[in-house]
């Protein structure tokens, strides 16, 4: 049986605000107000990806550029930003990729989830998993990059928010997803279920999340909440509300572009010393730049950095 | 104005192009009007034949469309054939810095005013003089004057350098008592 994910969205509802109206007790009011009216207005949806580049050393203070990024298995990673903007519009694995084989080495060690999780629902094929933000970087295991498409580029029907990554492992180091069945062998419904909201509703849903900082703090950094550092020893991955759409999303405007300054300051850095041997990668992003310039000059893009 | 783009290489997006006054150029990499150099029909013709140029016949309503579509194919090219050079020249950093997109200048601005704090006056000087020829930067006052300032301040210092150094005597550095008064 295939599920329709919005419906489900749709009766978690109910639930869901009464959860909300509960929680709203243990919250000082003015705390709450000033968190949910930050996620009014710098509520957006991203997704972060490669420039190409890899990035590293932050031990004496300092970030290195040091050429092209590799994957575990030593391949050059694809330029995915070239790719997307090339096209025009983000793309899924399914959209993207021909072969079973090139989706099955993009979704790595996630393969068979993903597989799982996107035939459990009747749009499954067309989702795009993107992350809410709030004008931050996205999540630098996934890309030095971030495109981010304001809420107003999606229809109410056409997205949800699920409380955590759809993939989450129940513990670190362990393989059992916390949304999965035993040994990962099908969606829990049930338990996804209480966890989704519609474009609506998104902010109940991130109060929930994170109802016991929002109850302590007095003084709260609202990028900590919306993007949260694991603390793992990379401090590459994030908690963070994930969002699912299975419309286009579109090169357009409204859309931006972030990068982190520090990364673009140290990729200067890189071509201006004059042993680096970076030719073919400098070309490369050379190249990515113009593409960049040309949206900006359609005003179909705006390119920031942070 | 109508330009045709008579023929491009392959494969590295070399173009010639014919404006409508007849005049032919050779278009070459990185496509700005740096790249363009006016030549005679008579030695490009014999370009053509050598270098393997495919014709095309396509018209572009302005000069930046044409460099546009040499773009194109130049990605193409490096994309099919896999650019593993890892040789920068100069000319690449140049197109690097003259390429940047409007929100991420502020930054490269920035870098090029702290080499110029750091003393590194020909980096400072080679960045700011790039970033001048860049499209986005003349749209940004206040970046584009920020830039002409670090430039001429990094003039300044290489001409000061210069003329320190004008009347050095190589055979004096071997005296240790030079050497102390030039610390």
């Known amino acids: ?34 968190f949910e009216n930050h996620l009014r207005e710098k509520g957006e949806v991203t997704v ?13 203070g300092e970030l290195y550029c040091s050429g092209r990024e590799g994957d575990k298995e030593g391949r050059q990673r694809e330029l995915i930003l070239s ?28 393969k068979g989830e993903r597989a799982t999780f996107d035939t459990t629902f009747t749009e499954g094929q067309k989702f795009k998993y993107l992350n809410f933000n709030n004008g931050q970087l996205g999540i630098p295991a996934f890309g030095d990059f971030t495109l981010a498409f304001p809420l107003s580029h999606f229809e109410e029907n056409n997205l949800v928010f699920v409380k955590y990554n759809s993939l989450i492992r129940k513990e670190k180091g362990q393989t059992q997803c916390f949304y999965f069945t ?44 919306v993007l949260k550092p694991f603390g793992d020893a990379s401090n590459k991955h994030r908690d963070y509300v994930e969002v699912i759409t299975w419309q286009e999303v579109k090169i357009q405007t409204g859309v931006r572009l972030r990068a982190e300054k520090e990364r673009f300051q140290a990729l200067i850095d890189a071509i201006m010393t004059p042993t680096v041997a970076l030719g073919a990668e400098i070309r490369n992003i050379t190249e990515l730049q113009t593409l960049i310039s040309s949206y900006e000059t359609n005003n179909q893009l705006t390119t920031e950095l942070v | 104005m109508t330009l045709t783009l008579i023929a491009a290489t392959f494969t590295d997006g070399y173009g010639i192009v014919a404006d409508t006054h ?5 278009v070459k990499p990185p496509f700005d009007f740096h790249g363009k150099e006016h030549l005679p029909y008579e030695q490009i013709k014999s370009t053509i034949s050598q270098f393997g140029f495919r014709e095309l016949n396509e018209h572009f309503p302005t000069w930046e469309a044409v460099f546009e579509r040499l773009r194109q194919i130049a990605w193409q090219a490096r994309r099919e054939a896999g650019d593993s050079n890892t040789t920068i020249l100069e000319e690449d950093k140049k197109a690097f810095f003259r390429s940047i997109p409007s929100g991420f200048l502020s930054g490269a601005v920035e870098k090029m005013e702290s080499y110029l704090k750091e003393e590194k006056y020909y980096t400072a000087l080679f960045v700011g003089e790039a970033l001048l020829e860049n499209h986005n930067l003349s749209k940004n006052g206040e970046l584009f004057k920020r830039v002409k300032k670090a430039v001429e301040d990094a003039e300044l210092k290489r001409q000061e350098i210069t003329s320190r150094f004008k009347n050095f005597n190589p055979d004096k550095v071997r005296n240790p008592q030079f050497n102390l008064q030039m610390a």
């Open chain 1, 1 to 34: 049986m295939m599920y329709d994910i919005y419906s489900l969205a749709l009766e978690n509802l109910p639930k869901l605000q009464i959860s909300y109206e509960e929680c709203r007790y243990c919250i000082d009011d003015v705390c709450l107000q000033n």
């Open chain 2, 22 to 26: 007849g005049e032919v150029y050779l």
């Open chain 1, 182 to 225: 035993e040994n990962n062998e099908a969606v829990s419904v049930e338990i996804l279920v209480q966890d989704l909201s519609t474009l609506e509703h998104f902010i109940p849903l991130i109060v929930l999340k994170r109802k016991e900082d929002l109850a302590n703090g007095t003084d709260i950094d609202y990028n900590l909440l």
């Open chain 1, 83 to 110: 790719s997307i903007l090339q096209k025009g519009a983000y793309l899924n694995a399914y959209e993207r990729f021909d072969s079973e084989e090139e989706r099955g080495a993009h979704f790595s060690k996630f």
């Open chain 1, 48 to 60: 972060a990806t490669f420039s190409g580049f890899a990035f590293q050393n932050r031990a004496d």
